[in-house]
């Protein structure tokens, strides 16, 4: 099977993120990301804020897609952003987006415990760093054009 691609258009906006002082190394107030996924393309569509994500299923016949997000808190030593986020995938079912939100879910309610920690640790998770802190996990529906 041929790989095959299908374009998420997202509008992202950014408040906060402002230094509180001129000094080189300030802090900076708490950054928060709000985004708005908006459609889902089956031809690039030359916007700006594009994201493109390899699917294993035909879109011919469907009307709209199923996305997996995450949403997670960074940082570091001087400031904090809130919302920031990872698209897992797109699903041609809510059954198959379902099972995936499923399984992060799981995983972050486990992830501690000590019989599931070496499963946990197999895969690389952007929420999951030194100051990365899981937010959500949610599905969004897109229609495709």
């Known amino acids: 099977m041929s790989k095959k691609e299908i374009y998420i258009t997202y509008e992202e906006n950014r408040t906060g993120g402002v230094p509180d002082s001129n000094e080189a190394y300030c802090n900076y107030s708490d950054t928060h990301i709000d985004i708005r996924w908006k459609k889902a393309h089956i031809k690039h569509p030359g916007d700006y804020q594009v994201e493109t994500v390899d699917i294993d299923f035909d879109i011919k016949d469907i009307n709209h897609i199923y996305i997996v997000v995450v949403r997670y ?73």
């Open 73 to 145: 808190k960074s940082g570091s030593s001087f400031g904090n952003s809130y919302g920031e986020w990872e698209l897992i995938g797109a699903y041609k079912n809510y059954e198959d987006a379902q099972e995936v939100l499923d399984k992060i879910n799981y995983d972050e309610e486990h992830k501690h415990n000590e019989d599931y920690k070496k499963e946990y640790e197999k895969d690389f998770r952007s929420w999951d760093g030194y100051f990365e802190r899981f937010e959500s996990a949610e599905i969004e529906v897109l229609h495709i054009l």
